[in-house]
């Protein structure tokens, strides 16, 4: 009799574990820059006191800065209140991404999807050129972290029908689907080009096997485009592209390229070994070919950056998760065949990374979060003391995992400005530059 995850309790305490520790990972990651931001309309700059507020905020917030209305709606909606409740939901949010992992493996119960499971969590960990900012920042976590869980509740179904897994269909379900699909559609430019690139290839591949399709997936699809183009269609989002002339172009081309080469080589070398151990071993094709489109699909979402204003280290997001589950559906493959042991020697690998970057990052949020309660605590002694303006220390990050609290030379301008707007002062002050008496 097949399992459900609250009577699989391997997988259980592996989903508990994973929600402790992203909730105090979260806990202990500090509001920085853009949150304090979002805390006021785009309206009328106004305090967010009411949810009603949200929505005119956001219609602006179309017209500028950009068309991510869905994550900076549910950042503004956050913001409203204690920090506590997104460091729930946000841990939350996380055994949802691994609850959508582990439907790719139906056919491995107890340890063994745990073990699978526990591999990829380490390949996001290891891999993740900015993973505090991805996962842990709230304005960040909202934007890709929370953007992943909805673009793969999106493919889900595509993937499910190609890997012939079983997936619901009741019309409450498919409607429910659809609105996923425009969510979806519309979260992230980049990321939701990459779901629906992979989205296409998949129902085209059912097409040529099954010679039709069922109702709900072009009906998804199409909902999902029209997200995106709703997404895209925005004045704020026109602001974010570069522009276009084959100079800046060439320049951002040659900038993705070499920022991959050197952050994602190595993730992309693990890929190939696994993929040609599974070819060797006449693995199952349709999960071969479901890890080939999932590569592509995170090419496809760092292409898109060619075409933009900027390009950050956290857009490697979609691009590692993508590539984390690609490598997953080869591993389970592995672990069938007389190649298991290449899989356990990679499992190993990753594991002794883990370690040294698990101390590392650990020691990094550690020490940000310690600086995070000085800063506080100054903020209260001015406060109590009447003051106007305050000065606070600048904290930079030294790995990935850890959140950076930057301020502007100039205390009027951003992010001093919202900051000081948001702890009730007329200035903020970098350490350094305040006036001289």
Request: net charge positive; charged share 15%.
């Amino acid at each position: 009799m097949k399992k459900t995850a609250f009577e699989n309790r391997p997988l259980l305490l592996f989903f508990c574990a994973l929600f402790l520790c992203m909730f105090a990972l979260s806990a202990m990651t500090p509001l920085v820059s853009d949150d304090y931001n979002y805390a006021y309309s785009f309206l009328d700059f106004t305090r967010i006191t009411k949810i009603s507020q949200i929505f005119p905020s956001m219609a602006a917030h179309r017209i500028r800065p950009s068309g991510r209305v869905f994550a900076h709606g549910l950042l503004q909606l956050f913001m409203m209140g204690p920090k506590v409740f997104f460091n729930l939901c946000n841990a939350a949010d996380a055994v949802l991404l691994a609850w959508l992992f582990s439907r790719y493996f139906p056919h491995r119960r107890g340890a063994g999807q745990v073990l699978l499971l526990a591999v990829g969590a380490m390949i996001i960990w290891n891999f993740s050129p900015a993973f505090g900012e991805d996962f842990l920042w709230m304005d960040g976590a909202l934007n890709y972290g929370w953007g992943l869980s909805a673009l793969l509740l999106f493919l889900w179904p595509f993937a499910a029908e190609y890997l012939e897994l079983p997936c619901r269909r009741r019309p409450l379900e498919w409607l429910l689907f659809c609105l996923i699909a425009f969510v979806a559609g519309s979260y992230s430019e980049n990321g939701s080009a990459s779901m629906l690139f992979a989205a296409f290839c998949l129902m085209l591949l059912i097409l040529i096997r099954q010679k039709k399709l069922p109702l709900f997936l072009p009906a998804g699809f199409l909902m999902a485009v029209l997200g995106f183009v709703w997404l895209m269609s925005a004045p704020g989002t026109a602001h974010r592209g570069a522009g276009i002339s084959l100079s800046v172009l060439g320049a951002n081309y040659v900038h993705v390229l070499s920022t991959v080469r050197a952050h994602l080589l190595p993730l992309y070398l693990l890929y190939a070994a696994l993929l040609a151990a599974a070819i060797s071993c006449k693995a199952d094709k349709r999960r071969l070919i479901l890890s080939c489109i999932l590569i592509l699909a995170g090419l496809a979402s760092l292409a898109s950056f060619v075409f933009a204003a900027y390009f950050e280290l956290r857009h490697f997001c979609f691009t590692v998760v993508t590539a984390a589950l690609a490598c997953l559906l080869l591993l389970g493959e592995l672990l069938d065949t007389p190649r298991r042991l290449l899989a356990h020697i990679c499992a190993a690998a990753l594991c002794v990374l883990f370690i040294f970057n698990a101390a590392a990052g650990a020691i990094d949020i550690a020490v940000g979060c310690s600086k995070w309660r000085i800063r506080d605590r100054r903020i209260r002694e001015a406060r109590d003391a009447g003051a106007s303006t305050v000065v606070l220390d600048e904290y930079l990050c030294s790995s990935p995992y850890g959140i950076s609290f930057k301020l502007n030379d100039f205390g009027p301008d951003w992010p001093n400005m919202w900051i000081a707007e948001y702890y009730g002062f007329d200035v903020v002050y970098k350490t350094g530059t305040e006036p001289q008496e």
